[in-house]
């Protein structure tokens, strides 16, 4: 039997762009759009059209450029709201209006002050209107969790009749647990009649943690539809996190053999570096799939076991999710073999006494600071340990910028041999002083990384470039300090290349011995 397909729908930019502090313009929604539609999300909610003209203008442009996904847009039940949303969606492939109103007592009584056969008749009403602009139309009773289950029963089954494709069942409030959700999807696929005709759809939300593990009993109980967020972004605490529900779906296969989803899981990391960026909402680092530490692993026992055979602590593989590999953040409990290996891999060959002066510096070190980086490494290393021989000295920069000029450079390399110069541009004073470094040395190892940091208050800061580059699949780590920052990048940059040349011209001499 093949497995039955869970429509991934993506709110990020309507629930998502609720959370409070968020909000993203027209340009941003529409890049974050096409990340979505590459992402291979199934249904976008693209915005609450009638709320702004900002909403209607990004809900109509995504509807007009980006292909592939479903574009949905939200309404309530009244008709300007169902009419504008119709007109935005208007050019789009593929088109649905989500209505919803809301059927719990609280809601009704208090914020809606409607009797529940008004609120039962504009339910209909609102579906009718909607199927006259698409036939994809999805009906949401607000607050359906906390709603009377013979009533939601009732207005189910008559949205049903009025054309409704796609029924919503909102935990509005994030209130139910597991269990109750699961056995209220259940009760409702049991009772409403015609329900096995349209799709059942979560939509839970994380007031108290639980909207992930909800949506997931949902979909263990005949939902066949998520709602949710990129990062779980969505109004107070948030929405179920779509990369945690995909990636809980796919990871336990076993468990839910009968489903699978359509998602592209190597654009997950992607979309969600995106959407904290474009949002301002910086990712926890110890988030679920997304975090700086999801695949990171610091003490010795598991740094050492990961080495050995990954699926030790690694119950998905980093690659899944578009990132490179899995991080080894070295801390206090590393140990000497996580120190060793990573020495290693950042390029450096040491012997045995190199080895031991490194790691109790490196133990000095990790009792300062919580998290020592590959950058703080290469310090100790290269200030500590063995001073790398410089092949290439920078004796001389000059950069020009500034605003409505092409920022230029020109550099001066001093080797053994000879006097090295060469001038460039680029996008910035830093890419146009590299570019002439590049230039002068006749190399052109890649950038990985750009980093930048004050080292001391005030104005007269310190600032440390490090740079990270690649050459041979091999890293080096260049590390360059100075008040002047292009300063600082540059001495970075030919910091790494000294590094580089350094080792390969070493390996090369071994080569010629071993020989
Ligand atoms: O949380 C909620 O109930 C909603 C509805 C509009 C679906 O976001
Ligand atoms: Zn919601």
Redesign the pocket.
């Known amino acids: 039997m093949s497995a039955e397909k869970v429509v991934i729908f993506d709110?990020t930019l309507?629930?998502g762009e609720?959370s409070p502090g968020a909000s993203l313009s027209i340009s941003e929604k529409l890049e974050i759009a096409h990340q979505l539609a590459k992402l291979k999300i199934d249904v976008i909610e693209a915005g609450f059209p009638v709320s702004s003209p900002a909403q209607f203008e990004a809900t109509r442009l995504i509807a007009e450029q980006v292909a592939g996904p479903v574009i949905c847009g939200?309404t309530r039940t009244h008709p300007e709201d169902i009419k504008s949303a119709g007109k935005a969606l208007k050019d789009a492939q593929k088109s649905r209006i989500?209505t919803?109103i809301?059927t719990s007592e609280i809601h009704m009584k208090h914020k809606l002050r409607k009797k529940p056969d008004e609120v039962l008749r504009t339910a209909v009403e609102s579906v009718k209107l909607a199927k006259t602009f698409t036939d994809d139309v999805e009906f949401?009773p607000?607050?359906?969790c906390r709603s009377e289950k013979a009533f939601l029963v009732e207005v189910l089954t008559a949205v049903i009749e009025a054309g409704a494709t796609t029924l919503?069942i909102?935990?509005?409030?994030g209130y139910v647990l597991p269990y109750e959700y699961g056995m209220l999807i259940k009760y409702l696929k049991d009772n409403v009649p015609g329900i096995d005709k349209v799709v059942i759809s979560t939509?839970c939300?994380n007031d108290l943690g639980m909207a992930v593990a909800n949506s997931l009993a949902g979909v263990r109980n005949g939902a066949r539809q998520v709602?949710c967020t990129i990062n779980g972004l969505?109004?107070r605490a948030g929405?179920a996190a779509m990369e945690e529900v995909v990636m809980a779906i796919h990871t336990r296969g076993d468990f839910f053999g009968e489903v699978t989803t359509g998602i592209e899981k190597s654009e997950i990391y992607r979309t969600s570096q995106l959407v904290s960026q474009l949002t301002g909402f910086v990712v926890q680092p110890n988030k679920a799939i997304v975090g700086r530490n999801a695949f990171a692993h610091e003490s010795g026992v598991h740094v050492d076991g990961v080495l050995k055979e990954r699926t030790t602590y690694e119950i998905m593989k980093p690659e899944t999710i578009g990132l490179s590999g899995s991080r080894m953040v070295l801390g206090r409990h590393s140990g000497r073999h996580g120190f060793i290996d990573r020495c290693e891999s950042l390029g450096f060959k040491l012997s045995d006494n190199e080895i031991e002066a490194a790691y109790q510096k490196f133990l000095d070190v990790a009792d300062k600071k919580k998290e020592v980086f590959d950058e703080d490494i290469a310090a100790i290393i290269s200030d500590e340990v063995r001073a790398v021989e410089h092949f290439y000295n920078l004796e001389y920069l000059h950069v020009s910028c500034g605003t409505g000029t092409l920022p230029t450079a020109s550099v001066k390399i001093r080797t053994k041999e000879e006097l090295k110069q060469a001038a460039a541009w680029g996008d910035g004073p830093v890419d146009a002083a590299y570019e002439a470094i590049r230039e002068a040395i006749g190399l052109e190892p890649k950038i990985e990384n750009y980093s930048l940091r004050a080292l001391t208050g005030g104005k007269e800061a310190l600032g440390e470039a490090i740079v990270r580059i690649k050459n041979n699949g091999r890293t080096f780590v260049g590390r360059g300090v100075s008040t002047d920052i292009i300063e600082a990048s540059a001495k970075a940059y030919v910091d790494a290349i000294n590094r580089m040349v350094s080792a390969e011209g070493k390996e090369e001499e071994e080569t010629k011995a071993e020989l």
């Open positions: 709110t309507r629930d609720q939200l989500h919803f809301a949401s607000e607050d359906a919503n909102p935990d509005t409030v939509h939300h709602e969505g109004e929405n």
